[in-house]
């Protein structure tokens, strides 16, 4: 049996108490106080989460860029350095293998951050297509640990606690700071619909980070609220909304890959040829009209035909509402659809309602 692994956050989490779990080989924590608390830090003030959990590439070499955009889904030749981007990787069929940011240095060095739970996969997987091209591949996933503050007054809170100036950082950038002798990997990105930012450093430097934030009274989040803000974004979770048997364009995610441009990418002329034929099925929004919660796997129909299944739902801490995001057949994925989701012996009436669940509220240019 492999055992549990720790980030250099876990005695932290202890120390507060926090409900552990096993989350993607990681002893993680799911939360502090409650789950509504936490969401509600998030969307009204500033938390932070553990996350150095996640997997972490560097790809270099004269060719990094050709061999990134060969991966990569999303449009990276024409970004600057210092930019993020976000997309995801697809085996030929044109199924997902994971989401993931692209951080672009230079046109010669790339960093990949994905997904915890497919770090050995990932690697694997982008190590066998360096065939044909110049560039090396590394896995620094031990070398980073990952705190991301999150919420409306994150950039407040790191002019005051670190003294650090974020405001002109722009939206899915990243840049390089000093703290206390600590190098620091910063970028304006998150997974919950606010503006913040995720700060990727060695051990050391996040142990210190995340004490000093305790104890300039930031909340800490377990996964449990990181989960309910993600969804509230609709911003999607592999195992639910994409996986190696969902594509992009199944997963409402096509503004995310560049199939209408000239550029090529693993798994492009398959989902040309989705495209082309007609989308069969496709993650919707639902909104139920009595107060029941629509949890993950649920069946959704129509009379008598199961025409679909819930890949995520909640009681909307912040709407105060059952809604999910679900895998739909067409031609039941029109908006005021009235559907059925059985929970457990019953259905409960609900309709297809868009996946704007929330107005997310990043910084973008201006503002």
Known sequence: MQETKKTCLHGEHVKLNAKMEVFAGYDMPIVYQTITQEHNAVREDVGMFDVSHMGEFIVKGIEATIFVDNIFTNQITNKESGSVTYGMMCYKNGTIVDDLLVYKVNQE????????????KDYAWVVQNTDNFDVTVKNVSEDYEEIALQGPNSEIKMLEILNIDLSNLGFFHFGNFEFKNHSLLISRTGYTGEDGF??????KAILELWQIFIEGFITPCGLGSRDTLRFEAALPLYGHEISDEITPLEAGLKFFTKIDTESNFIGKTALLSQKESGLTRRVVGIELEKRSIPRAGYEVYVGEECIGYITTGYLSVTLGKPIALAMVDRPHTKRETKVEVKIRNKRIPGFVRDKKFLKKKYKTKGA
């Open 109 to 120: 060095e790339y960093l990949l951050v994905v997904n915890a739970s497919n770090i050995a």
């Open 198 to 203: 995720e700060i990727y450093a060695d051990s």
